[in-house]
Nanobody, 120 residues
Framework: VQLQAFGGGLVQAGGSLRLSCIVS????????MGWYRQAPGNQRELVAS???????NYADSVKGRFTITRDNARNTAYLQMNVLKPEDTAVYYC???????????????WGQGTLVTVSS
């Protein structure tokens, strides 16, 4: 089982990006999925999370600008980021708190980071 994150890049302030997080492998259930970010010199922080039934949670700094969604059938989560600001610049990581699969023990997984750079 692996998590793979895609969609980072360079964008001007006010622009948009969409990140994708895909669970690969023989996973048959994925519980809470989330996006975290870490800027240089800062601790990793939660950006947004979503439960299997679609309940969402956002950091105050991104409320109204970012939207997290998921497709349970595809074991995929998305983070739509609008009105990006330079302070959103960070490496973004996706996370699943529990993945159930036929080949691996139930545990949390982290994807590789994807860099988002917002220029002013």
């Amino acid at each position: 089982v692996q998590l793979q994150a895609f969609g980072g890049g360079l964008v001007q302030a006010g622009g948009s990006l969409r990140l994708s997080c895909i669970v690969s492998g023989r996973a048959y259930r994925v519980d809470v999925m989330g996006w975290y970010r870490q800027a240089p010199g800062n601790q990793r922080e939660l950006v947004a999370s979503i439960t299997r039934d679609g309940t969402t949670n956002y950091a105050d700094s991104v409320k109204g600008r970012f939207t997290i969604t998921r497709d349970n059938a595809r074991n995929t989560a998305y983070l739509q980021m609008n009105v990006l600001k330079p302070e959103d610049t960070a490496v973004y990581y996706c996370n699943a708190d529990r993945i159930y699969s036929l080949t691996s023990p139930v545990r949390a997984y982290w994807g590789q980071g994807t860099l988002v750079t917002v220029s002013s």
